[in-house]
């Protein structure tokens, strides 16, 4: 069965510091009547369309197929309701794992979120200096929950 294994957390980008090959992301969302996620990502010059289960834990199932960017750009146009996740992804290597931190534009412009894949949820990993909070659990920090309640609408 295919897994995603992922825990996510908020940081700190001063201490981050200067990120380098970013590739900007747009992402819609198919409606379900359950807490199946169906998206259709363009990633640079690619695009994906990705089946997701219900999260248990940090594990859920994930299916995830390459499709041409035309499909993509239709997928999101006609099928996706409402607006677009939009946000620039950065690859940083950690002690032998690489985060994936994003920064969002848009209506969740100030959300900056690092996100890290494990192959199994017991694997030991070393939490970078920048990082300042888990929200692995926090159903709002899921980018198809930044849909109906975007960042600029949470109280700072």
């Known amino acids: ?16 510091g200067s990120l380098e090959g970013g590739v900007t992301i747009k992402q819609g969302y198919i409606s379900t009547s359950d807490k199946t996620v169906v998206r259709a990502r363009i ?12 999260n248990k834990g940090v594990t859920r199932s994930e299916f995830e197929y390459e499709i041409p960017v035309s499909d993509a750009e239709q997928i999101i146009s006609e ?8 946000k620039t992804r950065y690859l940083v290597v950690h002690s032998g794992h ?7 534009l848009g209506d969740n412009e100030g959300l900056v979120v690092a996100e890290i894949e494990l192959t199994s949820e017991g694997e030991s990993f070393e939490i970078p200096h ?6 692995s659990g926090d159903a ?17």
Not at 43 to 54: D, R, S, V, W, Y
């Open 1 to 16: 069965m295919a897994q995603e294994i992922e825990r996510k957390f908020l940081i700190d980008l001063v201490e981050l």
């Open 79 to 86: 099928l996706c309701n409402g607006p677009v996740v939009e």
């Open 140 to 156: 709002k920090y899921y980018n198809s929950s930044l849909l109906d309640n975007p960042f600029k609408r949470w109280q700072k």
């Open 98 to 104: 690489t985060w994936e931190v994003d920064i969002f």
């Open 43 to 54: 990633a640079g010059e690619q695009a994906f369309l990705t089946i997701k289960g219900e």
């Open 130 to 135: 920048w990082v300042t909070v888990e929200v």
